[in-house]
């Protein structure tokens, strides 16, 4: 469709040729033959296509038919890397100017254009060449509106040529004007916005992006040949999107935006790390390369989040992906330095790094290697010895072989999983971890978003904000009742706690091991009626999350609150949809970041240390990796685990659900199948409030995946659905069925045994009940 596109809006007489690229061997032998029917297809004519300024297509009227000189070239190359890629293609598109100048069929006056499409792109703008050739090389060889408009632009900068140009892309028919994208010091990409004052100098018809927007870009082809770094390493289209724009700022004269060049791209073509993300070897290697690694201040600062997201440098340079850097010594001299891009260009990271240092000097931090210099690859203290590993090649360390094979597996575990866990995950299959984007265009519910304070779509919420921000616990000792000794205090005191030394030991091998500790997203659902309830929330286990946000129907930036629309009105009776679009939005916004999602209501208390300890437990893990070996870290696989109180509906063992009361856990894997594989075709239209029922039935019918049994060694629950008085004091019928609670519990114990000691949630917990529970658990009553 890419290549179509290219020939149903471009005049073939003044396409050289088009580079179709594949990595060899990912297509088969048929695969590989039918896709070069395909492009001869294509290369015939069958599609719409231009000449001069007629369009026409070659179907099986023999009349309206003419031979096509060849314009598709199909190439096959060995490597993975996009930058190789276009630098292979690149040669290809010299040796034919060198034979066609050859042969007197290429003026030596005639410019090329290079064209870098992403494959999941189409052109939308008919004879976008004139637009383009006029922006890059200030003429064009014919007469047509578009060009004429942009002239408009070019006029008012006294003709001034662009250096390079993206067209403007978006997955619908709807464009922002002066829409960017910028980078942050993750290394990942963020919108932004032109300011009023640069639209203005071209009336908005063309305006600088700190980086490619990627789908489509175009130089003139020696613009792209005198770029002076290439690293043929990089692993994603983004990381050689954003190579290209540091050439294109810091050693050229930037990139523009033109609006009235559109492409269109096609979700789920490509991976969303692929086109918007890049491994940590890649964020590496630009770091060292444009940056200068950790001698300089935003080198360092991204060098650092790396180490705090447990890849360290040690480990790239051990598994050799700092290898074979670019030697840029003497060709950067020329070049403007990376500081100067983050002020003046990439604004927002700049900031951000600004932030950043300004918050280490408030706390007395100073950076790990001492005094760090800005202006990145032209700091005078920067030397070049990070750039010549070609000549440090490290000798494979010599492992015992047993260590080997466990590094490869997984060790086995100190003990299996419970007959009845082994039996519960075995009817789940794997998933890849790897991001796939379903939103469609943000249309549709589940996935339309979240709207800000103003009514406007497409707000994406600062999860981080609680726990960045703690606000201190207030309370006062009439709302917590240290010398009241009822069922709550005795079930806190005598039988559950907080594990606090295991929780800091864990810190303490976190930090000494490099290996980040569980990484969870808690998830509360309310009304803007009961949002009195969220201070509370935030006062006390909110914070604790790695990632918090309560989905209501308003947003307040102070609260936390998240005004995410749904299909249907806003009543218990449809939270199952309420529901399903608080999923969507966390899976479209935040899946890539948190290894660990609970939702629950805004009645319900969390007991965070404990929660993650479980998580990170041997148990766990290896449910997680499928139930015979506990994981490497390295895993792009993992089993669905689906975590709660374990329910029996109606009694019906068949029917197993997990309580929404005290919430419900789950790992990256079910939250991805349950958006991408269930949610589409499980009861999307459904109006219950019975939206814990309605999840298992999604996780049971559609992948396999049931409640799987948190009860403790000892037989007691982690996830209690009422508070502790209430579990403390129940007593289970003679008749079981008399009861709903007995009837729908599994195997449940009375007294101090009905809760774990490390229980990780209670229901009905609201106002000054759950500041008491707070203070008794964390030591304000002692």
Request: with cysteine; charged share 25%.
């Amino acid at each position: 469709r890419s290549i179509s596109s290219i020939l149903n809006t471009t005049d073939r007489n003044r396409i050289l040729v088009i580079c179709a690229v594949f990595e060899r061997g990912v297509l088969n032998d048929e695969e590989e033959e039918l896709v070069k029917e395909q492009l001869q297809a294509l290369d015939a004519g069958t599609s719409d296509h231009w000449h001069g300024t007629t369009q026409h297509s070659h179907g099986s009227d023999s009349t309206s038919s003419h031979e096509h000189g060849s314009k598709i070239q199909f190439m096959p190359l060995d490597h993975q890397s996009v930058s190789a890629s276009r630098r292979d293609a690149v040669r290809y598109i010299e040796y034919l100017i060198e034979n066609y100048q050859g042969a007197d069929l290429k003026s030596p006056q005639e410019r090329i254009l290079s064209v870098f499409v992403r494959p999941d792109a189409e052109f939308m703008t008919n004879r976008w060449i004139d637009t383009a050739a006029h922006a890059l090389l200030g003429s064009s060889t014919s007469s047509s509106t578009a060009a004429a408009s942009i002239s408009t632009a070019t006029d008012a900068k006294e003709e001034k040529t662009l250096n390079a140009i993206s067209f403007a892309s978006s997955s619908t028919e709807t464009i922002s004007q002066g829409e960017t994208k910028s980078l942050n010091l993750e290394m990942k990409p963020m919108k932004s916005h032109v300011s009023n004052s640069a639209l203005g100098l071209t009336q908005g018809q063309s305006y600088p992006t700190p980086i490619v927007d990627g789908a489509v870009t175009i130089m003139a082809l020696d613009t792209f040949q005198n770029l002076p770094v290439s690293d043929l390493q990089l692993d994603s289209h983004f990381a050689s999107d954003v190579e290209m724009s540091f050439n294109l700022w810091m050693c050229a004269d930037g990139i523009d935006i033109v609006t009235s060049l559109r492409a269109k791209t096609t979700l789920g073509l490509l991976q969303h790390k692929d086109k918007a993300g890049m491994s940590p070897a890649s964020a590496a290697r630009l770091a060292y390369t444009w940056m200068g690694g950790k001698d300089n201040d935003i080198g360092e600062l991204l060098l650092h989040g790396l180490d705090k997201s447990g890849v360290t440098v040690d480990h790239l340079e051990k598994a050799r992906k700092l290898e074979n850097l670019p030697n840029v010594k003497g060709l950067l001299q020329s070049c403007r330095s990376f500081d100067w891009y983050a002020n003046e260009v990439n604004v927002a990271m700049g900031k951000e790094r600004n932030l950043k240092l300004e918050s280490r000097q408030k706390n007395g931090l100073e950076s790990d290697h001492g005094k760090i210099s800005k202006g990145g690859h032209l700091a005078p203290e920067y030397e070049m010895k990070q750039h010549n590993r070609q000549k440090e090649v490290l000798p494979p360390k010599e492992e015992d072989p047993v260590l080997e094979h466990e590094q490869v597996v997984g060790r086995l575990p100190t003990k299996p999983l419970s007959a009845i866990n082994q039996e519960i995950i075995s009817t789940a299959k794997m998933v890849d971890l790897t991001y796939v984007d379903v939103t469609d265009g943000y249309r549709e519910h589940p996935h339309r978003g979240a709207i800000d304070e103003h009514g406007n779509f497409g707000y994406v919420h600062d999860e981080k904000a609680l726990r960045l921000n703690s606000p201190p616990f207030e309370y006062t000792d009439e709302q917590i009742q240290c010398d009241n000794n009822d069922g709550n205090k005795k079930m806190l005191t005598k039988k559950v706690f907080v594990d606090i030394p295991a929780h800091e030991a864990a810190e303490r091998k976190a930090e000494t091991s490099g290996k980040p500790r569980a990484k969870i997203f808690c998830l509360v659902y309310t009304i803007e009626k009961f949002h009195d309830r969220i201070p509370t929330i935030r006062q006390t286990w909110g914070q604790k999350c790695d990632g918090f946000m309560v989905g209501s129907t308003k947003t307040d930036r102070e609260l936390g609150t998240v005004n995410i629309p749904h299909e249907g009105k806003e009543e218990y009776d449809n939270i199952w949809q309420k529901v399903r679009s608080m999923w969507s939005y966390i899976y479209d916004n935040y899946y890539e970041e948190y290894d660990w999602f609970h939702i629950g209501g805004d009645d319900l208390y969390l007991i965070v240390e404990n929660l993650r300890l479980y998580l990170e437990s041997e148990e766990i893990q290896l449910a997680a990796n499928g139930g015979k070996y506990l994981p490497t870290g390295n895993e792009t696989k993992q089993l669905p685990l689906f975590l709660g109180r374990r329910f029996k509906e109606q009694g019906n063992e068949k029917r197993m659900f997990n309580s929404g009361g005290s919430g419900y856990t789950m790992n990256k894997a079910a939250l991805k199948a349950l958006i991408v594989d269930a949610f589409p075709t499980c009861m999307p239209h459904l109006r219950t409030f019975a939206e814990d029922v309605m999840v298992a039935q999604c996780f049971r019918n559609k992948l396999g995946v049931y409640p799987f049994d948190t009860k403790d060694e000892n037989g007691g629950e982690r996830y209690m659905p009422f508070t502790p008085k209430h579990h403390l004091n129940y007593r289970i019928p003679s008749d079981v069925k008399s009861d709903w609670y007995s009837n729908y519990s599994i195997d449940i114990k009375e007294g101090l045994d009905h809760c774990s000691s490390e229980s990780v949630a209670f229901h009905y917990i609201k106002g000054d009940l759950m500041k008491r529970m707070h203070a008794i658990l964390y030591g304000y009553c002692t």
